[in-house]
């Protein structure tokens, strides 16, 4: 019996790792990533309707097999009824906020690959004030989600971490 990991949630602060980890993960496990971003937006930034949203969404969780990155704390409830491993990307705040500026002077102007196209990297102070608030903010609202959860947590604090996670998960540990 396969006991491989099928429906894999990552979410946790912008900054943390999400999409890196997740397009790792699916090349080691080859199952297909989704990102939520590239739901939400649409060119402009400009975003999909909450209905919009949660259909693709539901469309992508009835799938056999998936790795979705985003956090989305409002549909992590109904993504957790569907996933068997939670990965949490328990970052401290100072670490995020440096690695989401480090992202925005690096890639300003530029597409991301887990964004929808029109999309391009900006400065928005209202978003680094979202993630400098992130852990006081939504991680209680992520911790009441996962209490509830049947299926396998994960929770990572640090880089080295989530390098350690690759490892084990592409030796098979």
């Known amino acids: 019996m396969d006991s ?3 429906r894999i949630l ?5 900054g943390a790792g999400k999409t890196t980890l ?5 090349s080691i496990l080859r199952l297909p990533v989704f990102h939520l971003d590239k739901l939400w937006w649409l060119p402009g930034w400009k ?8 259909r693709k969404l539901a469309d992508i969780l009835k799938q056999d097999a998936w790795i979705i990155d985003g956090e989305y704390t409002r549909t992590l409830p109904e993504r957790l009824k569907y996933a068997d491993t939670a990965v949490f990307l ?21 597409v991301r690959p887990d964004m929808a ?11 680094l004030v979202y993630v400098w608030h992130f852990r006081r903010d939504f ?3 992520i911790e009441e989600a996962l209490r509830d959860f049947q299926g396998r947590v994960i929770r990572l604090t640090t880089p080295a971490g989530v390098e350690a996670f690759l490892r084990d998960t592409e030796s098979g540990r």
Do not use: M, N, Q, V
């Open 4 to 6: 491989s990991p099928k």
């Open 10 to 14: 990552i979410f946790g602060c912008s």
């Open 22 to 26: 997740a397009l790792k993960l699916g």
């Open 47 to 54: 975003h999909e309707t909450r209905e919009a949203f949660d």
């Open 90 to 110: 328990d970052f401290p705040s100072g670490l995020c906020f440096r690695r989401t500026l480090k992202r925005i002077f690096f890639r300003y102007g530029k």
């Open 117 to 127: 196209d029109g999309c391009p990297e900006r400065f928005d102070l209202p978003f």
């Open 139 to 141: 991680r209680p609202r």
